[in-house]
C-alpha cells in the first residue's frame, strides 16, 4: 500500500523503477551489439549516472524503451521485456531470450528508499552486466555479422516464452524489495540452438515454399497490450536524432546525490526512420559516435515484421500462440524461480511444446566446431505428442516449417529433388509440401537420431534415416527412358539409392565409436601390422594394374 | 555477526587458471566496489561513478565484466599470479584454494593493532588437470567456460540476497569500510589469501606464515 511512503519517497521510488528499467534495457541491448562495452570510471560523480554506473544511453534503445512503457511503470502484474532474438541472412529468426523486469507483491515498507532501495538497484544493475555475458545469446552477439544478426524487441505486459523452444531455462538476476513490491529481474533463454548449428553448415538456398505465408489476418491483430514499434526501411533517411540523456531535471535528490547532471547529447548521425506502422522490431543501422564504442559501423539491426500477407520476410512470430504456462525449469538453483505463467492471451490453442528437447550441451559455445555432435534433435520441428487437436495454428506452423524444413530436409536431398533431378520435368506434380512435410503431419517416429545421417545416408544405411528420406522422395518417380533389361536394377532405384554417398562409418553414432583420440592412440599399432604384410599389399596392388 | 562464506570449485588446466580466477574476483569485485565518496558538509557524501569493461579469455571459452580500473585489476593480477605460482611450483597434485575476503577494521586501543572482522568470505577451489591432447583441450575449454558462467549466477545469487553489508561509513570511518587508496574506485576493504594442499592432503605453511605476518602487523 502507498499509505505508508512519504509523497517525496513515491516520488522517487517511481523515478527509480524508471530509470532503471531504461537502463536495464540499455545494458541488455548494449550487451547484444557484438562488441565488448568499456565505460570509464570517474572519480568525480556528473550526478547523470544513474546507478553510480557508467552506463551509455543509446538513444534509439531510450527512445524505444519509454514508447514500450509509454508514461506506465513496471509493476505488479506489468511486465516490461526485452526480447533477443537472432536472425539469419536468409531470414530465418529464433527467439534467443527474454529478459523480464516485473514486480511482485510482496513489500517491503522499513525498506528506506532514497538509500537501500537505490543502492540495491546498483547492485541489481551490476549483476545485469555479469548475467549477459554469460547466457548462450552473448556469445552468438560477438559473432554476428555476415550471416546473422541479432535483434532486440521491447514490450510491455505479459511475458512470452513460448517462442523459447522447450526446455528453455531461466536464470533469476536479483531481486530487490521496495514499499510498493518486490522488483524482480530474470532472464529465460533458449537452449535448443541447433537450428543455428545446421544453418551455419548448410550453404544452400531453402528449398521452394520454405517460406509459405498462411497468414490470413493480421498477425499482431490480438496483441492488445503490445505496443509496436516503429517500422524504418532502409529507404528512408529523415536523420532524425533522438534527445540524448535528457532530464536534467530527474536528479536523484537522496543525500548521498551531487549537483545536477550536465547534459549528455548522443548525436545519431544516421538514423533510418519511417512511420510507424504495426511492426514488432524495427530495422535500424546506427552509427554511434562520441561514445565509448569504437568507430566502426556495428549493424544494430531490428528485423521488421510486415504485418501484410506475402511477403517474404515474415519469418517469426512469438507473440502468439501461447499455450499451457510453461513450467521454467532451473537447474540446481537454489534461489527459487519466479513464476511469470504464460498467460494465453487469445483462445486458441496452439501447438505447443514443438521443440523436442535437445540436450543443454548443444548450445551456442559449440556451434563453430563439431556439427555433427550438435545436431541430434531436430529442433523447431514438430514432436508428434505435441500436436494439438486443433489445426496447427497456421503462424507457428510457419514458422516452424520454415525452420524445420530446414532442418528436417537435408540440403542435398531437397536441392536434388527440387533442382538437380535429371528428370525433374517428367516427375509427376504430387510431391505435395503439404503431405509429405513433417511441420504439419509429423511422423509417429521418433526424431532422427542425427541429421547427419539424414544428409548423408543412402537407403541401405542404419535404419533411423530411412522415414526421413522416404518422406521427402518423390512416390511416383519414373525417369524417362529408364526400362533397361541389361541392368538388374530399375533406374530410378538406382538413382534413388546412390543419390546420396554412403554415410561414413566414422561419423555415425555408434556406441562402439572410438573417439578420436582412441584412434589416434591405436594408429602407430596398425601402422605397425600394415608394414609387416605389406607383402600382401603389394602382391594385391599388382592385381590391379 | 557471523561472516558469510561461499565456496565455488573449478577444475581447470593450469593456463586456465589466471584468466578464471580473475573472472570470478573480478565479478565479485564488480559488486562489492563503489565509485570513490566523496564528503561534503553535514555529513552527506556524494558517489563517484563506476565504470565497467568487458574482457574476453583467451584459454576459456568466457568473457566477463570488470571494474574499469587499472590498479584494482592490477592488484587482481599480481594475487591470482601469485597463487598460480604457487600451485604450479608447489610440487602437490594441483589443488588449492584462493580466498578473497571482505573485512572491516576495528579500532582497537594502543598498544593493540585494529581488528579485522570479516562479512564476507569468497572461496575458490582450484583443481589443476593436466590433459592429453588437443581435443581434450579444446572441450576443457568450452566446458570450463560454461562452469565459470554458472559460477557467475552462484555469485549473483548469493549477492542478491542482500545479506549483510557494512553500515556507510561517516568520513572519520570510511578507511575501516572501504579501501580508499584506488584513484578511481572504491572497494569494500578486502584482502586475498591462498593455501595450497600437497598431495598428503595438509595445506602448506603458507596460511601460518600470513596468520603471523598479520599479527605481527601494527
Known amino acids: 500500500?502507498?499509505?505508508?511512503?512519504?509523497?517525496?519517497?513515491?516520488?522517487?521510488?517511481?523515478?527509480?523503477?524508471?530509470?532503471?528499467?531504461?537502463?536495464?534495457?540499455?545494458?541488455?541491448?548494449?550487451?547484444?551489439?557484438?562488441?565488448?562495452?568499456?565505460?570509464?570510471?570517474?572519480?568525480?560523480?556528473?550526478?547523470?549516472?544513474?546507478?553510480?554506473?557508467?552506463?551509455?544511453?543509446?538513444?534509439?534503445?531510450?527512445?524505444?524503451?519509454?514508447?514500450?512503457?509509454?508514461?506506465?511503470?513496471?509493476?505488479?502484474?506489468?511486465?516490461?521485456?526485452?526480447?533477443?532474438?537472432?536472425?539469419?541472412?536468409?531470414?530465418?529468426?529464433?527467439?534467443?531470450?527474454?529478459?523480464?523486469?516485473?514486480?511482485?507483491?510482496?513489500?517491503?515498507?522499513?525498506?528506506?528508499?532514497?538509500?537501500?532501495?537505490?543502492?540495491?538497484?546498483?547492485?541489481?544493475?551490476?549483476?545485469?552486466?555479469?548475467?549477459?555475458?554469460?547466457?548462450?545469446?552473448?556469445?552468438?552477439?560477438?559473432?554476428q555479422g555476415h550471416d546473422y544478426v541479432i535483434l532486440y524487441r521491447i514490450y510491455f505486459g505479459e511475458v512470452q516464452l513460448t517462442g523459447l523452444g522447450e526446455g528453455f531455462q531461466t536464470v533469476r538476476v536479483g531481486l530487490v524489495g521496495t514499499p510498493v513490491g518486490t522488483i524482480t529481474l530474470s532472464c529465460a533463454y533458449r537452449t535448443n540452438l541447433a537450428f543455428m548449428s545446421s544453418r551455419q553448415f548448410e550453404r544452400t538456398a531453402p528449398i521452394m515454399g520454405i517460406i509459405i505465408d498462411h497468414f490470413v489476418d493480421r498477425p499482431f491483430a490480438n496483441m492488445g497490450h503490445m505496443h509496436p514499434c516503429n517500422y524504418r526501411t532502409a529507404d528512408e533517411d529523415e536523420g532524425v536524432t533522438y534527445p540524448g540523456v535528457e532530464d536534467s531535471q530527474e536528479v536523484c535528490t537522496t543525500s548521498f546525490s551531487t549537483s545536477p547532471p550536465s547534459q549528455c547529447v548522443c548525436t545519431v548521425s544516421k538514423v533510418h526512420f519511417q512511420t510507424p506502422k504495426s511492426a514488432v522490431m524495427d530495422t535500424l543501422k546506427v552509427h554511434i559516435t562520441g561514445l565509448a564504442f569504437s568507430d566502426q559501423l556495428y549493424s544494430f539491426r531490428l528485423s521488421y515484421h510486415p504485418p501484410a500477407l506475402g511477403s517474404a520476410d515474415l519469418c517469426y512470430q512469438p507473440v502468439f500462440n501461447t499455450?499451457?504456462?510453461?513450467?521454467?525449469?532451473?537447474?540446481?538453483?537454489?534461489?527459487?524461480?519466479?513464476?511469470?505463467?504464460?498467460?494465453?492471451?487469445?483462445?486458441?490453442?496452439?501447438?505447443?511444446?514443438?521443440?523436442?528437447?535437445?540436450?543443454?550441451?548443444?548450445?551456442?559455445?559449440?556451434?563453430?566446431?563439431?556439427?555433427?555432435?550438435?545436431?541430434?534433435?531436430?529442433?523447431?520441428?514438430?514432436?508428434?505428442?505435441?500436436?494439438?487437436?486443433?489445426?496447427?495454428?497456421?503462424?507457428?506452423?510457419t514458422f516452424t516449417r520454415k525452420v524445420g524444413a530446414f532442418v528436417n530436409k537435408p540440403a542435398n536431398q531437397v536441392t536434388t529433388a527440387c533442382l538437380d533431378l535429371p528428370f525433374a520435368a517428367f516427375a509427376p506434380k504430387n510431391f505435395d509440401m503439404e503431405e509429405n512435410d513433417l511441420m504439419v503431419n509429423?511422423?509417429?517416429?521418433?526424431?532422427?537420431?542425427?541429421?547427419?545421417?539424414?544428409?548423408?545416408?543412402?537407403?541401405?544405411?542404419?535404419?533411423?534415416?530411412?522415414?526421413?528420406?522416404?518422406?521427402?522422395?518423390?512416390?511416383?518417380?519414373?525417369?524417362?527412358f529408364s526400362k533397361d533389361d541389361l541392368l538388374p536394377i530399375d533406374l530410378g532405384t538406382f538413382y534413388r539409392e546412390f543419390q546420396n554417398p554412403p554415410q561414413l562409418s566414422s561419423l555415425s553414432i555408434d556406441v562402439s565409436a572410438q573417439s578420436m583420440a582412441e584412434d589416434l592412440d591405436t594408429l602407430p599399432v596398425k601402422l605397425a601390422l600394415y608394414e609387416q604384410k605389406i607383402d600382401e599389399f603389394d602382391a594385391f596392388v599388382e592385381t590391379l594394374q | 555477526m557471523n561472516c558469510r562464506s561461499e565456496v565455488l570449485e573449478v577444475s581447470l588446466e593450469s593456463r586456465q587458471v589466471d584468466e578464471a580466477m580473475l573472472a570470478l574476483l573480478h565479478t565479485i569485485l564488480?559488486?562489492?566496489?563503489?565509485?570513490?565518496?566523496?564528503?561534503?558538509?553535514?555529513?552527506?557524501?556524494?558517489?563517484?561513478?563506476?565504470?565497467?569493461?568487458?574482457?574476453?579469455?583467451?584459454?576459456?571459452?568466457?568473457?566477463?565484466?570488470?571494474v574499469s580500473s587499472e590498479e584494482l585489476d592490477r592488484a587482481m593480477r599480481k594475487s591470482v599470479g601469485e597463487f598460480k605460482d604457487a600451485l604450479c611450483n608447489s610440487g602437490s597434485d594441483g589443488v588449492g584454494q584462493i580466498s578473497l575476503e571482505f573485512y572491516q577494521k576495528k579500532k582497537s586501543r594502543w598498544p593493540f593493532s585494529d581488528e579485522c572482522i570479516p562479512w564476507e568470505v569468497w572461496s575458490i577451489k582450484v583443481n589443476v588437470v593436466?590433459?592429453?591432447?588437443?581435443?581434450?583441450?579444446?572441450?576443457?575449454?568450452?566446458?570450463?567456460?560454461?562452469?565459470?558462467?554458472?559460477?557467475?549466477?552462484?555469485?549473483?545469487?548469493?549477492?542478491?540476497?542482500?545479506?549483510?553489508?557494512?553500515?556507510?561509513?561517516?568520513?572519520?570511518?570510511?578507511?575501516?569500510?572501504?579501501?580508499?587508496?584506488?584513484?578511481?574506485?572504491?572497494?569494500?576493504?578486502?584482502?586475498?589469501?591462498?593455501?595450497?594442499?600437497d598431495s598428503l592432503g595438509t595445506s602448506v605453511s603458507t596460511t601460518m606464515r600470513r596468520l603471523i605476518k598479520d599479527t605481527l602487523a601494527l
Not at chain 1, 60 to 74: D, M, R, S, W
Not at chain 1, 442 to 449: G, H, I, L, W
Not at chain 2, 46 to 63: A, E, K, L, P
Not at chain 2, 145 to 170: A, D, Q, S
Request: proline content about 7%; charged content about 25%; some cysteine.
Open chain 1, 1 to 143: 500500500m502507498d499509505s505508508d511512503l512519504s509523497p517525496q519517497d513515491k516520488k522517487d521510488l517511481d523515478k527509480f523503477i524508471k530509470f532503471f528499467a531504461l537502463k536495464t534495457v540499455q545494458v541488455i541491448v548494449q550487451a547484444r551489439l557484438g562488441e565488448k562495452i568499456c565505460t570509464r570510471s570517474s572519480s568525480s560523480p556528473t550526478g547523470a549516472d544513474w546507478f553510480n554506473l557508467a552506463i551509455k544511453d543509446i538513444p534509439e534503445v531510450t527512445h524505444e524503451a519509454k514508447k514500450a512503457l509509454a508514461g506506465q511503470l513496471p509493476g505488479i502484474g506489468r511486465s516490461m521485456c526485452v526480447e533477443i532474438s537472432l536472425k539469419t541472412s536468409e531470414g530465418d529468426s529464433m527467439e534467443l531470450e527474454t529478459w523480464c523486469l516485473d514486480m511482485n507483491e510482496k513489500c517491503d515498507k522499513d525498506i528506506k528508499v532514497s538509500y537501500t532501495v537505490y543502492n540495491r538497484l546498483s547492485l541489481l544493475l551490476k549483476s545485469l552486466l555479469a548475467i549477459t555475458r554469460v547466457t548462450p545469446a552473448y556469445k552468438l552477439s560477438r559473432k
Open chain 1, 323 to 397: 499455450a499451457q504456462p510453461h513450467q521454467m525449469v532451473i537447474p540446481g538453483k537454489e534461489g527459487g524461480v519466479p513464476q511469470a505463467p504464460v498467460q494465453p492471451s487469445h483462445g486458441t490453442p496452439a501447438d505447443h511444446g514443438r521443440m523436442p528437447t535437445c540436450t543443454p550441451s548443444s548450445m551456442a559455445r559449440h556451434i563453430p566446431a563439431t556439427p555433427s555432435s550438435r545436431e541430434e534433435a531436430e529442433t523447431l520441428s514438430q514432436s508428434s505428442e505435441a500436436k494439438s487437436n486443433s489445426p496447427p495454428d497456421i503462424l507457428e506452423t
Open chain 1, 442 to 480: 509429423p511422423p509417429d517416429s521418433p526424431v532422427v537420431e542425427s541429421p547427419l545421417q539424414g544428409s548423408l545416408h543412402s537407403d541401405d544405411s542404419t535404419g533411423s534415416s530411412g522415414p526421413l528420406q522416404d518422406d521427402f522422395v518423390m512416390v511416383d518417380f519414373k525417369p524417362a
Open chain 2, 30 to 66: 564488480l559488486h562489492r566496489s563503489t565509485g570513490k565518496f566523496h564528503y561534503k558538509k553535514e555529513g552527506t557524501y556524494s558517489i563517484g561513478t563506476v565504470g565497467s569493461q568487458d574482457t574476453d579469455c583467451d584459454y576459456i571459452d568466457f568473457s566477463f565484466v570488470r
Open chain 2, 130 to 197: 593436466s590433459l592429453a591432447n588437443e581435443q581434450e583441450r579444446q572441450i576443457c575449454r568450452e566446458k570450463v567456460g560454461e562452469k565459470l558462467g554458472e559460477k557467475v549466477i552462484n555469485i549473483v545469487e548469493v549477492i542478491n540476497r542482500h545479506e549483510y553489508l557494512p553500515k556507510m561509513p561517516t568520513q572519520s570511518e570510511v578507511d575501516n569500510v572501504f579501501d580508499t587508496s584506488l584513484k578511481d574506485v572504491q572497494p569494500y576493504l578486502y584482502k586475498i589469501t591462498y593455501q595450497i594442499t
